[in-house]
């Protein structure tokens, strides 16, 4: 596979952030056959078999804006690595009403489970009030140097009314003023938005999508992961159930 197929103008390392180590739950999306599993895009695991993203990762550009019919990536040409360890996808799960921006969500099955990761958990409703989230991607920086797939990054923003457009009505939204401040960035796409809640424990609330000016000031739109906790868990059933 080339590398250009696995390129998305609309992918979204985080700019502002720092590298971590921490977050082993969050990894990235490579391809198959690169000698080095370099990510272009970021994803959580929900279950030991069950990767969650954004939709939009799972398309070349051409299938996504000029196919009537848009067809995503063969699985086999797909890895999810998650500090350097590979592993295969068996399966592809794409929300079946998917036009990017809305329900720019979707889940990889894995071929086999990563064991020794504990799964992120699922927020159950919308955050309220404004809080501040934390966003975790191997994005571009936003400096000079193109870095994608690199580092893991994490960054802190704070969360904010959506503007009142249909088309982001099952998103979570933040507002960046300037250049340069906290925001993702290419190669962020489908990396998580959590929420740290005063017992310590840590909430997945939100799918990295994409934004008005990608990695510069302004809006910031992002899939809202307490409206699709339910077509979740459906896929993760189903799977389980086809699973021999």
């Given at each position: 596979?080339?590398?250009?197929?696995?390129?998305?103008?609309?992918?979204?390392?985080?700019?502002?952030?720092?590298?971590?180590d921490?977050?082993?739950?969050?990894?990235g999306?490579t391809?198959?056959?690169?000698?080095?599993?370099?990510?272009?895009?970021?994803?959580t695991?929900?279950?030991?078999h069950?990767?969650?993203?954004?939709?939009h990762?799972l398309?070349s550009?051409?299938?996504?804006?000029?196919?009537?019919d848009?067809?995503?990536?063969?699985?086999?040409?797909?890895?999810?690595?998650?500090?350097?360890?590979?592993?295969?996808?068996?399966?592809?799960?794409?929300?079946?009403h998917?036009?990017?921006p809305?329900?720019?969500i979707a889940?990889?099955v894995?071929?086999?489970p990563?064991?020794g990761i504990?799964?992120?958990?699922?927020?159950?409703?919308?955050?309220?009030?404004?809080?501040?989230?934390?966003?975790?991607?191997?994005?571009?920086?936003?400096?000079?140097?193109?870095?994608?797939?690199?580092?893991?990054?994490?960054?802190?923003?704070e969360?904010?009314?959506?503007?009142?457009?249909?088309?982001?009505?099952?998103?979570?939204?933040?507002?960046?003023?300037?250049?340069?401040?906290?925001n993702?960035?290419?190669?962020?796409s489908?990396?998580?938005?959590?929420?740290?809640?005063?017992?310590?424990?840590?909430?997945?609330?939100?799918?990295?999508?994409?934004?008005?000016?990608?990695?510069?000031?302004?809006?910031?739109?992002?899939?809202?992961?307490?409206?699709?906790?339910?077509?979740?868990?459906g896929?993760?059933?189903?799977?389980?159930?086809d699973?021999?």
């Amino acid at each position: 596979m080339q590398h250009w197929l696995l390129s998305s103008v609309i992918l979204t390392q985080i700019v502002g952030g720092a590298i971590t180590d921490n977050y082993p739950e969050v990894g990235g999306i490579t391809g198959t056959k690169w000698v080095k599993p370099t990510p272009f895009c970021t994803g959580t695991l929900i279950f030991p078999h069950v990767f969650l993203t954004a939709a939009h990762c799972l398309f070349s550009d051409q299938q996504l804006f000029e196919s009537n019919d848009p067809q995503p990536y063969d699985p086999s040409l797909l890895q999810v690595v998650f500090a350097g360890q590979r592993y295969g996808v068996q399966s592809l799960h794409v929300h079946p009403h998917f036009n990017y921006p809305l329900n720019d969500i979707a889940l990889l099955v894995l071929v086999d489970p990563v064991l020794g990761i504990p799964p992120a958990r699922l927020a159950r409703l919308t955050p309220r009030n404004h809080p501040e989230v934390t966003i975790v991607g191997f994005g571009d920086s936003g400096g000079p140097v193109e870095d994608v797939g690199a580092y893991k990054r994490e960054g802190t923003v704070e969360l904010r009314r959506c503007p009142a457009d249909p088309d982001y009505r099952t998103s979570i939204c933040w507002y960046t003023r300037n250049d340069g401040d906290t925001n993702s960035c290419f190669g962020d796409s489908g990396g998580p938005v959590f929420v740290t809640r005063r017992t310590g424990v840590r909430y997945l609330v939100g799918i990295i999508s994409g934004g008005d000016n990608g990695c510069l000031a302004g809006w910031n739109y992002n899939t809202d992961v307490g409206e699709y906790r339910g077509w979740v868990y459906g896929e993760v059933a189903r799977i389980i159930a086809d699973t021999p």
